[in-house]
């Protein structure tokens, strides 16, 4: 699925990069902000090639049944204290990247970001999990204030089109229309998967106002490119284990900031989607108690 996810992972970097590009005062340094424009080619062809890849290592993960979490990849030593954490509530994170017959995939002009994250729910069931995931009609109140609107534009079964607005405030606003194609699958009683990909992502000018309006690709400022999703979740130990691994594309950072700015947004997507798997274990809990 995608969902608030990624609206969390990449309303924040929208937000850290609209930062990068006004450049701190107190060092002088004065950046325009950048020319509107849209992944080249070769930009959108690294990051289809990186997907790509990306997938068919999930699809391998999921086929073979084991190891579906990806701290089970850990060694002994370290994958006991990780399960311990979680069920002491915490979110355990990872930074990943997917290689090319072991070579790093160069993405000229452009940023992927890659993470998985993955949260414990005590007490849950699986069902109580998929309906908080796919009640997107109300993604606006689980993950507010991030995601601003959200709505079901079609559904067919376990396949869904959704609707959702992404806002994030710091410096400046920067607000996104977007639409995602999410596809479901229950593996079992105990275990299900989804996929998501933004199909559709606009940058919105002046929102909320008379003169709103979506701003065409090739005329917007390269805050959110493309988004892929991956959703895994797992009913067991008393409880239900969801993970969530996100890889999107954005315009690079300016080179001149690069070594100022660079730190600070690789490490948003991270908190951010820490913090939509934290909002998703609070919609089940609250959910389950009413």
């Not at 990624?6 to 902000?33: T, W, Y």
């Not at 998967?193 to 002046?206: D, L, Y």
């Not at 939509?276 to 089940?284: F, G, H, M, S």
């Amino acid at each position: 699925m995608h969902s608030p996810l990624q609206a969390r992972d990449f309303a924040l970097l929208f937000a850290a990069f609209a930062l990068s590009l006004q450049g701190p005062s107190d060092l002088h340094l004065a950046v325009a902000r950048p020319t509107p424009s849209q992944p080249s080619p070769s930009t959108a062809e690294a990051f289809h090639r990186y997907v790509r890849l990306s997938e068919i290592r999930n699809d391998t993960e999921l086929q073979h049944g084991a190891g579906l979490l990806w701290i089970d990849g850990l060694p002994a030593s370290e994958r006991t204290p990780a399960y311990e954490d979680l069920k002491r509530g915490a979110v355990k994170m990872r930074k990943l990247e997917t290689l090319d017959n072991g070579a790093v995939i160069e993405c000229p002009g452009g940023m992927i970001h890659h993470w998985v994250g993955l949260a414990f729910i005590p007490g849950a069931k699986l069902q109580d999990v998929l309906e908080v995931l796919q009640d997107y009609d109300r993604h606006a109140v689980y993950y507010a204030p991030d995601v601003e609107r959200s709505k079901i534009e079609s559904r067919d079964g376990n396949h869904f089109r959704v609707f959702l607005r992404f806002r994030r405030h710091k410096v400046v606003t920067v607000v996104l229309d977007t639409e995602h194609d999410v596809q479901y699958f229950r593996d079992s009683e105990t275990q299900a998967h989804s996929r998501s990909s933004a199909v559709r992502i606009a940058q919105v000018e002046n929102p909320g106002k008379d003169d709103e309006r979506e701003k065409t690709p090739g005329d917007d400022d390269g805050f959110l490119w493309r988004m892929d999703t991956w959703w895994r979740i797992v009913e067991r130990d008393g409880g239900v284990y969801v993970q969530s691994e996100v890889a999107s594309l954005t315009r690079n950072i300016p080179a001149g900031l690069a070594w100022l700015i660079g730190p600070f947004v690789t490490s948003i997507p991270k908190e951010s989607l820490a913090f939509t798997l934290e909002a998703t274990r609070k919609a089940v809990v609250t959910r389950r108690h009413n």
